[in-house]
């Protein structure tokens, strides 16, 4: 008889690693496809800081000579102070980051902001007057439920499936 319970012993310990180690992969591909939208989003915030620079001639330096005419611009010198805030750099747009996913209960949690400290002086206003992190979320948000799977899927395939 004890060579039966052995068997029923090493069966439930087999199963159970086997089990674990499928959750641990569907885990990896969670956090994987939670990543793919995650850099969809904080890609579509850039963007929309990236306007035309206001900008459109640089002054005399050592790389570009007397005067250099920023590409894609029409000639005029610079943008009225009223318009829009062109193209945004410096904290503002190298803050937009993405939070470490994590497991709070039985879900996948990540998010994606603005961090820095000077940035939160100046991110609310001008998400006020020149939107530009509603306009991106409202944009990637139709595309979440896709770029999830493929996500998912692209994980899964790498690893050798679920098995």
């Given amino acids: ?41 904080k890609t579509a915030i850039r963007k929309n800081l990236r306007g035309t620079p206001r900008w459109t001639q640089k002054g005399a330096n050592k790389i570009t000579g007397k005067n250099y005419q920023v590409p894609g611009t029409t000639g005029q010198h610079n943008s009225p102070r009223s318009g829009n805030p062109g193209k945004m750099t410096g904290v503002l747009y190298a803050g937009v980051g993405s939070a470490k996913p994590k497991i709070v209960g039985n879900t996948w949690v990540g998010g994606v902001g603005i961090g820095a400290n000077p940035n939160n002086v100046k991110k609310r206003p001008l998400e006020a007057k020149f939107p530009y992190f509603k306009p991106a979320v409202e944009s990637v948000e139709p595309t979440m439920l896709a770029n999830y799977e493929k996500g998912w899927d692209s994980a899964i395939s790498r690893m050798g499936g679920i098995l």
Wanted: hydrophobic share 45%; net charge positive.
């Fill in 1 to 41: 008889m004890p060579t039966a319970i052995s068997a029923i012993f090493s069966g439930v310990k087999k199963f159970n690693d086997v089990t674990k180690d499928i959750e641990a992969r569907v885990d990896k591909a969670t956090l994987a496809a939670l990543r793919v939208n995650q850099n969809k989003l």
